[in-house]
């Protein structure tokens, strides 16, 4: 990706590096758990081409991109402050988002914070749901009272870090694999006991999918040996203090015109015991206009099947005109 610049972009007193293709028209790109802005090069490509200005950050705790130490600094206020700083540096008139992972909590967050900012929203993998009165990790301790379940594995101070950086290789190729539509299916959630660590019992693959080269996977692992895991995860940590203030916000839709992409697999479609996290979007909407799943396809959307999902993100950028 030789036409990619990289710009340092500032929100007070954090630096972001933000990767830039092309001309016109401004969408920000920002991805999720544990990736890269690099999770978006077949993006960055195709919207180029079509005449925008593509930007794909890295998140705060990520690459290239500052890592403050507190759980408090990745709230999705911060965060969105964050995509904020970033559109506000680049572009004159509010830019479409496109999300994946914690990136679609993020630009979703954005939309609703920073409104004046953003025209559009496309979220990937994680769906759009009005705030609650009771939180996901609230639910998550009743329904995984006996189990183990990741996002209270995070919850621990020091020990899932340990666990990544003993062997980033192997973790990074573990994750990818075991959420991908390649992997047989439970390998990312498998069925454990709550002491668990999340590697275990994850299926680990000789061979990465065609869809990660060699040299994608090293971008990742030079990235995570060079910044570790202490910010990405505390992501996780954050979301209690998310509650907290989501709380006048709670039953409110997305306003902007939205779009939402799920691969047909994802384990976040099953993430909750009997529910399926894709159903009934449309109430959380003002103006849903695209809501697709993308057969045979697992978490990592706009890796595994690139061709798909900018076939679906064009459709929804071409309806904002």
């Known amino acids: 990706m030789s036409d990619v610049e990289f710009r340092t972009i500032q929100n007070g007193d954090i630096n972001l590096r933000v990767a830039i ?86 630009v979703y967050a954005t939309a609703m914070l920073h409104a004046d900012k953003v025209a559009a929203v496309a979220g990937l993998s994680v769906p759009f749901r009005p705030a609650s009165e009771v939180s996901l990790l609230e639910v998550a301790r009743q329904v995984f009272a006996e189990r183990f379940f990741y996002m209270l594995y995070f919850q621990q101070a020091n020990v899932p870090e340990a666990e990544f950086e003993a062997d980033i290789p192997k973790a990074l190729r573990t994750t990818y694999y075991s959420a991908s539509a390649d992997a047989p ?73 939205a779009c939402f992409i799920g691969g047909e697999v994802d384990p976040v479609r099953a993430m909750i015991t009997g529910m399926d996290m894709y159903a009934d979007l449309e109430p959380g909407y003002v103006d849903l206009r695209v809501n697709e799943l993308v057969p045979a396809v697992g978490h990592w959307l706009q890796q595994e099947a690139p061709e798909a999902t900018n076939a679906i993100l064009e459709r929804f950028v071409r309806s904002l005109v």
């Open 21 to 106: 293709q092309g001309s016109g028209p401004l969408i920000l790109c920002v991805h999720g758990w544990p990736e890269l802005w690099y999770s978006w090069r077949h993006q960055m490509r195709h919207f180029a081409a079509m005449g925008y200005t593509v930007a794909a950050m890295d998140v705060r705790g990520y690459g290239g991109s500052d890592k403050p130490s507190p759980v408090a600094a990745y709230t999705l206020a911060e965060l969105a402050g964050d995509a904020a700083a970033v559109i506000g540096a680049l572009s004159d008139a509010p830019a479409i988002l496109f999300g994946h992972d914690w990136g679609a909590p993020i």
């Open 185 to 257: 299916p439970g390998s990312f959630t498998p069925d454990k006991p709550r002491d668990s660590t999340f590697l275990d019992g994850m299926a680990y693959p000789k061979l990465m999918p065609d869809w990660m080269s060699d040299a994608d996977l090293q971008v990742y692992i030079d990235a995570f040996n060079e910044g570790g895991f202490r910010g990405p995860i505390n992501r996780y940590r954050a979301q209690s203090l998310d509650f907290e203030a989501s709380k006048a916000a709670v039953g409110v839709p997305l306003a902007q015109p």
